[in-house]
């Protein structure tokens, strides 16, 4: 079915759309978002060359299945974000959570700290810079950042590092200057900044790769799409991938519900400490 604007999707292909998106990224397609759905997967279709979405649901349960589900998350993602966005949050990682880890970090400790959705760059490379005024020694030690997102193309844009001038506005003059310089296309991070960076695709649904544990983990406005279950073991399995007296911030219209509440503390606004996990009892 198509109309003057493109394919028209039916009740029933949104149905299979949505539960594709679902079983892969936990992220909840309401039927107020079919028209936001429609109108970015109609670009899709066009470069593919498929005419209706009967073959592009076809395409998604094929041989490129794989592949095409890549795509329809991108398609999907919702990936706002800005420097220094939710700033308290940069404060009190500058003020309050690395000052008592970089002298750990000098004397050899391992420092870990992870964006888990961190969309274009803008989240992690915050957490950079604010890591680097602290720490401005970091690349000497075992220290890292690391910056993951379930979407290719923007993983993509986070590892070159590069922002326009009004993407780095927020970024306080001095502080730009320090840790950016011009590029063609407006401005990029400097080496000693991307030094301490690691960007790699992640479903924060599926398995995570991670041999150690995180002393710092952002996951803003990103569980705010998903069920209140698949939220719910997010938080879990953050409060596992944590050391003891680890942060986490979440993002503002969010909280700390469920079973993880327990294993965690409020120290802040949308910010939690890791508890320490209490000795089993001697038998
Ligand atoms: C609104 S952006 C938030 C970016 C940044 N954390 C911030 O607060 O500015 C949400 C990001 O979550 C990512 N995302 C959505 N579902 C995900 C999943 N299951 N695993 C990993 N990332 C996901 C999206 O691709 C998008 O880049």
């Given at each position: 079915m198509a109309t003057a604007t493109g394919p028209v999707l039916t009740d029933a292909q949104f149905r299979k759309i949505a539960a594709i998106v679902h079983e892969d990224s936990?992220?909840?397609?309401?039927e107020s978002k079919r028209s936001l759905l429609m109108a970015r997967l109609n670009r899709r279709l066009r470069g593919l060359s498929l005419g209706d979405y009967g073959a592009y649901c076809d395409r998604l349960e094929g041989p490129d299945g794989p592949q095409e589900r890549r795509h329809l998350l991108s398609a999907i993602t919702t990936n706002v974000t800005a420097f220094f966005r939710e700033?308290?949050?940069?404060?009190?990682?500058?003020?309050?959570?690395?000052?008592?880890?970089?002298?750990?970090?000098r004397a050899g400790r391992r420092l870990r700290l992870w964006s888990a959705a961190s969309s274009s760059g803008e989240e992690p490379y915050s957490m950079a810079v604010t890591l680097?005024?602290?720490?401005?020694?970091?690349?000497?030690?075992?220290?890292?950042?690391?910056?993951t997102d379930i979407d290719p193309e923007m993983v993509a844009r986070s590892r070159q590092g590069r922002f326009s001038a009004e993407a780095l506005s927020p970024v306080p003059a001095a502080q730009a200057r320090k840790y950016f310089q011009p590029c063609a296309t407006g401005f990029e991070a400097r080496p000693e900044v991307r030094q301490i960076m690691r960007f790699d695709e992640l479903n924060l649904h599926g398995d995570w790769p991670f041999s150690g544990k995180f002393d710092v983990i952002f996951c803003r406005n990103t569980a705010i799409y998903f069920d209140a279950a698949?939220?719910?073991?997010?938080?879990l399995r953050f409060g596992q991938a944590m050391v003891e007296g680890g942060t986490l911030f979440i993002g503002h219209s969010e909280r700390l519900d469920g079973p993880a509440a327990a294993l965690f503390q409020p120290t802040g606004t949308t910010q939690y400490r890791r508890n320490a996990t209490p000795a089993p009892a001697r038998t």
């Open positions: 936990g992220i909840i397609l309401s700033g308290h949050h940069f404060d009190s990682l500058a003020r309050e959570v690395l000052p008592p880890l970089a002298p750990l970090a680097l005024d602290a720490i401005p020694d970091a690349a000497r030690h075992d220290v890292l950042i690391l910056a698949a939220r719910q073991r997010l938080w």
